[in-house]
C-alpha cells in the first residue's frame, strides 16, 4: 500500500492514453467503408444534382445544359407546379393515415393478442410481408385492371346503381390514394409490429387490475408505449409516397388532373430533358420532406429516430 501511494499521479493512466488512440483508430477503420459508401452513393451524387438545379440550358440543344447559377430555377418550377407540389403531400399524407388506420389494428392483433400463438403469428406475419415477393409495378398494374371500367368492382357498382354509365375509378384521386396505401401498408405494418411485440404484457394486466376499461388501457397504455412504432411507420409511409410516380402515373392508376411532383421530375428528366428545372424540383422536395419530418419527429417527442 506504501509503495501504491508513493506512485506518480500520472503512472496509472499512463498506459490508458495509447490504449485510447488504438480503440479510436479501431473505431475510424470500422467506420470507414461505411463513410466512403454514403460519400460515393449519397454526398457525391446530391452535390451533383445540385450543380444541375443551378445549371443553364443551352439554346436548341436537346438536353444540354452548361453549370452555373440560375437561381431562377426554383422560382420557375415553383411558380408552375406548386399544385403538383400540394397534391403529392396531400395524397401522401391521406396514405399515411389510412395506412395507420389499417395497419395499427393489424399490429396490434398480431404482436399482441396472438403473441403466443406461435405458428398463426408467424403466417399473419408472412401475409404483411408478401406483397413484397411481387413487384411493385405489377401489384399497381393488377389493381388498374381490377378497378378498371371493365373490372369487376366498376361492373358491380353499375349494376347496383352506385355509379353512373360515365363514372370511372381509375384516373382519380380515389385510386392514387387508394394504390398509395395498399403499397405502403406493409410499411406502415412492420414497424408498428416490432414495437408492440416488445410491449409487456403485464403493464395492459396491470390496467386491468386497476379498473381501467379496455378503451382506457389502450389509450393510456398501448397508445403512448407504440408511438415510436407509429412515428417510424408514418414516416417510411409518408416520405416514399410522397416522391411516388408509379401510382398517379396515366399508365397505371392516375391522370393528367392527379399528377405528382414524382411524375414532373420524371416527365424533366426522361422526356423533355430540362435536367435543371429537374433537379432544382427534386433538391425542394428533399429540402421541404426534411422540414416536414424534423418538426413532426420533434412534437411527436421521438427526436432519438433522427
Known sequence: MAL???APAGAGSSGAAPERRRGGLIALALLTPGLA??????????????????????????????????????????????????RSFWFALLATVFALLIGYPIAYYIGVRIRERTLLRNLLLVLVIAPFFISFLLR????????????????????????????????????VVFGLTYNFIPFMTLPLFATLDRLDKRLLEAGSDLYASPR???????????????????????????????????????????????????????????????????????????????????????????
Open 4 to 6: 501504491t501511494a508513493l
Open 216 to 306: 382506457q388501457t389502450f389509450f393510456r397504455i398501448t397508445l403512448p408505449l407504440s408511438l415510436p412504432g407509429i412515428v417510424s411507420g408514418t414516416l417510411l409511409t409518408f416520405i416514399p409516397a410522397t416522391g411516388d410516380y408509379v401510382n398517379a402515373s396515366q399508365s397505371f392508376l392516375g391522370s393528367s388532373s392527379t399528377a405528382m411532383i414524382g411524375n414532373v421530375i420524371q416527365s424533366k428528366f426522361l422526356i423533355t430533358v430540362n435536367y435543371p428545372q429537374a433537379a432544382a424540383l427534386s433538391i425542394l422536395l428533399m429540402a421541404v420532406i426534411v422540414v416536414i419530418v424534423s418538426v413532426y419527429v420533434r412534437r411527436s417527442g421521438t427526436d432519438d429516430l433522427l
Open 37 to 86: 459508401y454514403l460519400a460515393l452513393f449519397f454526398l457525391v451524387p446530391f452535390i451533383s444534382l445540385l450543380m444541375t438545379s443551378f445549371g443553364i440550358n443551352v439554346p436548341d440543344q436537346y438536353g444540354v445544359f452548361d453549370y452555373g447559377f440560375r437561381w431562377e430555377n426554383y422560382v420557375d418550377v415553383i411558380a408552375a407546379y406548386w399544385p403538383q407540389f400540394l
Open 140 to 175: 399497381t398494374l393488377a389493381w388498374k385492371q381490377i378497378l378498371s371500367d371493365e373490372g369487376p368492382v366498376v361492373s358491380v357498382l353499375h349494376f347496383i346503381g352506385l355509379m353512373g354509365p360515365q363514372d370511372h375509378i381509375t384516373g382519380t384521386a380515389f385510386s
